[in-house]
């Protein structure tokens, strides 16, 4: 994927729109261990909740033996007995309606975090007339998620986030449950967002939105109603068609409450929509309420403490479990005693960038850095190859890196250590990132959060040919 870089990300309004064509590279998953982990992981979430099992059994048993015009006739006969089965304070409510999304396969973890926080303004702006909620889309088949052996699709939000965290700011449930409690796996409408053959003409920025011929080739059998669900074969969408969208998130919600009486409607592509206001109020309190799974947290926390001397109390880096009593600040966090870096490879130096620098030039800043605040010791997150991290512990000798066990790797999985790394990045006293990236965009938003002074977050490295190495820009939390 030479040709996978990214172009014209954070740019000035700040809306991380994305801008690779590149289909996925095709991941393949032997079938046989796709198909036991995906029962396993339905019988294990059946024996938390002992009601689903009979529920699960009886879809899965049904499904098996239907053909596909019978099946569809499946989701009222079974919403009778949803009832039991409820989860949530929101999944109950009478007349739910479900959102669903997707976005472009070649996106990476944090642009999809970003999404997320597009798709929660749209919701915000849905249940100012209607029930709906949020149907998270399990992780899986990202690009960069590459560690061998370890099984990486259909992984649920949970794994990474704080799903009650999540539920204060709009109600949300993991895919199984949607499943569980909506009647089966059909998704009655998908709108493929697209934009505009004829682009947009210059001068003129007006929000739109129209049902349009699809331009690319859609990703979905039109007959069969087939797609790629997040790795859920079974999953079929009822109706197919595409919305050429031009516009900020909440552009969708005349649609889905006047258009469609669906009751679940997936917007795929869903990266084609932009902020309805980037860094204010609504995204901050999206923002926040995007805490880190605690698993992950304390992994973090424990290495912060066994290999870095960091301490929340020493550190000054306090935090609430509950986001929404979390306001502290602006420079009273103080961090641990070590340098975070967040040094991007892979695909940002195949592109020749110049604004990435070489082993040596990163080298070079890292030793400027810990001599001017008098550290020590420097943290780096990377996702360099081995042989470039192998040059990079010769030329800094005291980094420090997060490396999993095999074990670890399988428990926490790429999405996990991409976490952790960032968790760790955030609680250092002084941060420098990769330029425009969005996982050190991520980390400026945590130390953002956890109250650190803008000078120690928003940095990054220069490119040693760069002419005018302009730095991140600060964007401020708003309560
Ligand atoms: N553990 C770890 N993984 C990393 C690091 N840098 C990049 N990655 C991996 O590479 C992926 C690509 O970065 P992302 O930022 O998520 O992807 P993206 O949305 O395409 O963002 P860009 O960095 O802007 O490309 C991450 O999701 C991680 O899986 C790192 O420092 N540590
Ligand atoms: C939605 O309905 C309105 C009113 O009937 C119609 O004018 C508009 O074209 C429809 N939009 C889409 C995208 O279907
Ligand atoms: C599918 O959805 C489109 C757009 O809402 C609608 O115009 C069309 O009638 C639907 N087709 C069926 C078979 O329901």
Redesign the pocket.
Known sequence: MATDV?EG?GNPGGAEPAH?HQPPAPHCWPLLRECLSHQQANLDMAAHHPGLLMLLLLVLATLAFLPPAAAQSLPTALRAGHAATSLSAAAAAPHTRYLLYDVNP???????R?VYIRIASLMKTLLKSENWVLVLPPWGR????QSPDILQVRIPWSEFFDLPSLNKNIPVIEYEQFLAESGGPFIEQIYVLQGYEEGWKEGTWEEKIDERPCIDQLMYSKDKHQGWFWGYEETRGLNVSCLSVQGSASVVAPILLKNTSAQSVMLDRAENLLHDHYGGKDYWNTRRSMVFAKHLRVAGDEFRNKYLQSTDEADRTHYNEDWTQMKVKTGTALGGPYLGV???????IWGHREDVPSLHGAAKKIHSLLKTHKLEKVF????AVEDEIELLKKLVPEMVR?EPTWEELELYK??G??V???WICAHARYFIG?S???????IHEEREILGFDPKTTYNRFCGEKEKNCEQPTHWKIVY
């Open positions: 990214p990300r690779r070649p996106e990476g973890f944090n642009l999809r970003d990202l690009y960069h998620w967040h040094l991007r490879r892979k695909d940002f780096i997150a990377t996702d997060f790429d999405g250590m991409a952790i790394d960032q990769t425009v990236s969005t996982f050190s965009f991520r």
